[in-house]
């Protein structure tokens, strides 16, 4: 099979390769010589005595170079006593080349052949789904994400892909797979699970790549310290600022505090890192050892937001003042929602970005809420939202259930919060009694219960969804099978009744169905034309999809899939795009997830 170059940005990408060779043996501390010092040769009788000339001169007189500094055998140059006071004994045993490669034995060590923390067995990918592959396609499709995609169902689609154990492409080096995994992972918001991908790789097996991808997701989680047994293995490996910071910290909390401090202060003399930033570092690295140091954080002319500040802010327990959030990416709400150092009312509005996004479950959400009810401590708006919730599932009647839920999804600060508070109902719209009365409802009903999957519940309602309606329309695409295929008829009603701009929900009802399998052929087309769209159309990226799913690589067509489900609303998302996400997924034995993307698009288009 020929290989495929994958072009992103208009530029293409080129291949490297990276070849680590293995010590044969111990290597001898000694300067060279020294194994075998020779004696010195006897002077012979009446040998005249050879003067000397003078330091700094030659035999006449003449000016001399001075010697060259003394080197340790690595090369490196003897420190001074000073210098050598405040290292740390990690710094000393690199220093003279006492650190192993590897902080484990070798019976210890993992192997690199399947690296991930989902097995087949468990809900992941077969591993060897990308060991054909061109590598060069492999990672352009991990570094060309940018991680934000339209679906909730299309976000957890590509986690899943990304948390595979998984065989690296043949060529790739398998640290640099992990962490380009890890890497989007992180740029996607689950920071959690990139750091158990990052885990599943030994210290001494780590390449830039994935040390990279580490650092952001230790970051991400405020994992301060989980970093410290790569900086342990890597030491001196790195020079940036950062991984100098880190490594000060990981010698306070390694039983060194007073290098470690040392450490910190010499780098705010350079002025190595922002002010405010070694503030913060000093007094999370001041909270270990003997070495406890009152550390006053002055925020005065902060302004702006950095992943590691705001994982040092939350790690030593404190908020990021309001005027440096105002303007901050979503990755910190992200990040904001699983944290468990923040307070419960923070978690909770960032949970209505996670939830939108798929990070969050709907159980994790009412778990949530669930602590926010039971404490007494907090009042105003989440309270209410939590007592909503409550009555949301236990009200004294279905009027007063569905009464509570359409207050928490018109409470919602914007539709993507909206969406959010549709996942956290969507147990309580399960529960809901099958009744006409409900009609008004009945769309929100529908596309909650589908947040979570709950596709037959849903389709209990199906006698209560008018032919060409919204809710018909969601239930047609989410329905495991449909006995006959979608006529004209029930298009063009749907076309009537849609509300949203340029036809969009129409369109997608469309893509949905066609790929799908779903709709009548002859409708589908006069529907596509009335709709001035062309499903038929190809692109490079629609030519990879397909191939992928000739193939029946369900992994490399949900990385593709990925790709083409980026964007920060449904307005980024085309039909053609759609249509081609369905089919495949459809082809390749994801046809749950095709299914809950078609009818998400429809719900939220």
């Not at 070798?106 to 989902?118: C, D, E, I, N, W």
């Not at 569905?402 to 914007?414: S, V």
């Not at 596509?528 to 690589?553: C, F, P, S, V, Y």
């Amino acid at each position: 099979m020929k290989r495929i170059l994958l072009l992103t940005g208009g530029a293409a990408l080129a291949l490297t390769s990276a070849f680590v060779a293995a010590q044969d043996s111990p290597e001898s501390l000694l300067p060279p010589g020294f194994e075998k010092p020779k004696a010195p040769p006897a002077p012979s009788p009446g040998s005249t005595p050879v003067v000397q000339p003078i330091p700094g001169q030659g035999s006449g007189g003449a000016p001399v170079a001075k010697s060259a500094p003394r080197t340790l055998p690595n090369g490196q140059k003897i420190p001074t006593l000073k210098e050598l006071e405040a290292m740390t004994p990690d710094q000393l045993d690199e220093l003279l080349g006492l650190k192993p490669k590897f902080d484990m034995p070798a019976a210890a060590r993992r192997s690199m052949k399947r690296v991930g923390v989902l097995a087949e067995d468990e809900g992941g990918f077969p591993a060897g789904s990308l060991g054909k592959q061109d590598p060069r396609l492999v990672m352009a499709l991990l570094d060309g994400n940018k991680g934000r995609m339209v679906s909730r169902w299309g976000h957890i689609l590509l986690r899943r892909a990304l948390v595979s154990r998984m065989d690296a492409p043949a060529g790739m080096n398998p640290a640099d797979f992990a962490g380009g995994r890890a890497a989007l992972l992180v740029r996607m918001g689950e920071g959690r699970l990139a750091r158990a991908v990052v885990q599943d790789v030994d210290a001494g097996n780590y390449t830039e790549k994935l040390t990279d991808a580490a650092m952001q997701s230790y970051a991400f989680t405020a994992d301060i310290v989980g970093i410290c047994p790569v900086t342990t293995v890597i030491g001196g490996g790195r020079k940036d600022a950062d991984w100098r910071v880190l490594r000060a910290i990981c010698a306070s909390f390694q039983g060194d505090g007073a290098a470690g401090m040392g450490q910190l202060d010499r780098m705010m003399a350079e002025g190595a890192w922002p002010k405010i930033d070694l503030l913060l570092a000093q007094k999370f690295a001041g909270a270990a050892g003997k070495t406890r140091r009152a550390v006053k954080i002055e925020w005065d002319g902060v302004k702006d937001m950095t992943p590691w500040r705001y994982a040092l802010t939350i790690a030593v327990g404190l908020e990021p003042p309001p005027e440096t959030m105002k303007d901050a990416p979503r990755r910190y709400a992200l990040s904001a929602a699983t944290a468990p150092m923040l307070g419960l009312e923070t978690r909770a509005k960032a949970a209505d970005r996670a939830g939108a996004a798929g990070i969050l479950s709907s159980a994790a959400m009412v778990d949530l809420y669930s602590q926010i009810y039971a404490d007494e401590g907090i009042k105003g708006e989440w309270a209410a939202a939590a007592d909503a919730l409550r009555n949301a599932y236990v009200g004294a009647s279905p009027a007063d259930r569905i009464k509570a839920m359409q207050g928490l999804w018109d409470g919602a600060a914007d539709p993507e919060s909206r969406y959010a508070r549709q996942v956290l109902t969507a147990y309580a719209a399960a529960r809901m009694p099958v009744s006409g009365d409900y009609a008004k409802e009945l769309p929100d009903l529908i596309a909650s219960m589908l947040t979570a999957g709950l596709d037959q519940n849903a389709l209990k309602w199906a006698p209560q969804a008018d032919s060409g309606s919204l809710a018909w329309g969601m239930l047609a695409l989410a329905a495991p099978q449909r006995a006959q295929p979608v006529d004209g008829g029930a298009l063009n009603s749907f076309y009537g009744n849609d509300p949203s701009d340029g036809y969009r929900k129409s369109q997608f009802l469309l893509a949905g169905l066609a790929g799908l399998g779903r709709v009548d052929d002859a409708a589908a087309k006069d529907f596509a034309d009335k709709l001035d769209i062309d499903l038929g159309r190809q692109t490079a990226w629609t030519r990879l999809i397909e191939r992928a799913a000739d193939l029946n690589n369900a992994e490399l067509v949900a990385l593709l899939a990925g790709l083409g489900m980026q964007g920060d609303s449904w307005e980024k998302m085309t039909p053609l795009h759609l249509y081609h996400i369905v089919a495949t997924l459809n082809r390749v034995g994801l046809g749950a997830e095709a299914r809950m993307i078609a009818a998400e698009a429809v719900a939220r288009g």
